[in-house]
């Protein structure tokens, strides 16, 4: 059985959890925290999560991850079986986790941990920010899933991601960097209607619950 390694608040987590769920695809949640220590290294190299293990065997890497899936279980294939449309579904992860998600992740420890970003940081972030909206306003379709008439990768990763850079934003500059983009909200509460996409955030709500919980009992 596969086990997936890391925690429910993660969206890069939540990203292969929700593929896994849609292609139904069977495997063990093991709760897992980022670390540095030599031994998770050994699973993780970089340290972060999540993880997929084989058999003994670990892959890092989100989207390297859904590549495995896709290969080894190309049944409830979330990839579209035309070449140039597969590379358009890639092209709108890449938009959405290179210039959107990681960029917006340097707000995270202002907008979500009690931390302080500097103002040098946040113009720069703002102006990266308005370039990868733009990118992904041009690149997604919307008919009804991202990019195009079937569900695919690339809802798992706006599925999980575009929630975290709308709501960072908001925060840190009382607008959200999303709000132009009319399609959005529409978009993810109809992901939200499918069970999949359901399971994880249920999940991911009771665990960013727990988390809070247990800050609040060590402050
Ligand atoms: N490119 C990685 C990103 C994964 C990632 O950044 N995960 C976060 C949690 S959402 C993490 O492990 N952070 C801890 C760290 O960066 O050390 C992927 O697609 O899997």
């Known amino acids: 059985m596969l086990k997936l390694g890391g925690f429910a608040v993660s969206n890069y987590y939540n990203k292969v959890k929700v593929a896994l769920l849609e292609k139904a695809i ?32 670990f892959l890092c890497e989100s989207q390297v991850i859904c590549e495995y899936l896709e290969d080894h279980y190309p049944a409830n294939p979330l990839y579209p079986k035309d070449v140039f449309a597969r590379a358009r579904v890639r092209e709108i992860i890449t938009v959405i986790e290179l210039h959107m998600e990681l960029v917006a992740r340097r707000l995270y420890t202002q907008a979500f941990f009690g931390g302080k970003v500097s103002d040098e940081v946040k113009q720069h972030v703002e102006r990266d ?48 960097v999303l709000e132009d983009c009319a399609p959005v909200k529409p978009y993810l509460k109809m992901l939200n209607e499918r069970p999949a996409f359901r399971k994880m955030n249920d999940d991911r709500k009771s665990a960013t619950e727990a988390m809070a919980a247990a800050r609040a009992k060590k402050s």
């Open 129 to 176: 920010l308005a370039k990868g909206v733009r990118a992904f306003r041009q690149l997604a379709k919307f008919t009804p899933y991202v990019a195009g008439a079937d569900l695919s990768y690339a809802d798992c990763a706006a599925g999980v991601h575009l929630p975290l850079v709308s709501l960072s934003s908001k925060i840190v500059y009382g607008r959200d």
């Open 26 to 57: 069977a495997f063990e949640e093991v709760y897992c925290p980022t670390s540095q220590d030599e031994a998770y290294l050994k699973r993780s190299p970089m340290g972060k999560v999540p993880y997929l293990e084989i058999d003994g065997q």
